[in-house]
């Protein structure tokens, strides 16, 4: 079954770096477009960076220039470096990739569990 798990998440302080991975598995035929999300308690989930399968990358504007998303193809991982972290990106981080899912003979959205990152000041 096709899956997405998230990792790399933790507590720092202001102005220190963080690198969250996630990889895909299961019966995954191919994956268009990946992200990542972030979302606080009973708020809504936004987008923090997307990636296409050719590289074409897209950032919210209060991320660009500290946080940068790549994927390795062959691997099914997208990752995020996040650094000069702020109290502000306090939040859980959500893998997001569009699935050709072999099973299903369709595209899908999937999404994993989430992963929490806190930032002191």
């Known amino acids: 079954q096709v899956q997405l798990v998230e990792s790399g998440g933790g507590s720092v302080q202001a102005g220190e770096s963080l690198r969250l991975s996630c990889v895909g598995s299961?019966?995954?035929?191919?994956?268009?477009?990946m992200g990542w999300y972030r979302q606080t308690p009973g708020s809504q989930r936004d987008l923090v960076a997307s990636?296409?399968?050719?590289?074409?990358?897209n950032y919210a504007d209060s991320v660009k220039g500290r946080f940068t998303i790549s994927r390795d193809n062959a691997k099914n991982t997208v990752d995020l470096q996040m650094n000069s972290l702020k109290p502000e990106d306090t939040a859980a981080y959500v893998c997001?990739?569009?699935?050709?899912?072999?099973?299903?003979?369709?595209?899908?959205?999937?999404w994993g569990q989430g992963t929490q990152v806190t930032v002191s000041s």
């Open positions: 990636i296409t399968k050719s590289g074409d990358t």
């Open positions: 299961g019966n995954i035929f191919d994956i268009a477009t």
């Open positions: 997001y990739a569009r699935i050709f899912d072999r099973t299903n003979i369709d595209w899908d959205d999937y």
